[in-house]
């Protein structure tokens, strides 16, 4: 399996790929026994943030990552993909709002942003 901040620059360009706003990698490593990596990323409507979701588990399957879960499909307000060393986020925009992960697990480090490329 490839090295878990390498997962996770991987999910963050599948996303970007597909148009996700306001992508976070936050490393976690020290942080958490959980994860080494969290990515979070919103997207415009549960229609989309379903298809991120989709393509992300994907991607991180074609990598070798062995086991990946995804839960809070099929209502796509928030869904979270667990890939082991690293756990994925996808939001609608005022879900992501409300909830603020970034607050709790970006608050000593700052995260890496990426946002969605303009066409």
Do not use: C
Request: charged letters at 25%; proline letters at 7%.
């Amino acid at each position: 399996m490839p090295d878990p901040l390498e997962l996770a620059r991987l999910v963050a360009q599948q996303l970007d790929d597909d148009k996700a706003e306001n992508i976070l990698n936050i490393p976690l490593a020290g942080k958490s026994p959980m994860a080494d990596a969290m990515v979070v990323a919103s997207g415009r409507s549960a229609r989309h943030v379903a298809a991120l979701a989709d393509h992300v588990s994907r991607k991180l399957k074609e990598a070798g990552v062995g086991q990946v879960r995804v839960e809070g499909l099929p209502n796509a307000d928030w869904v979270l993909i667990d890939a082991g060393d690293i756990i994925v986020h996808i939001f609608r925009p005022e879900v992501r709002e409300f909830y603020n992960l970034e607050r709790i697990w970006a608050s000593d480090a700052p995260p890496t942003v990426r946002a969605a490329t303009a066409n």
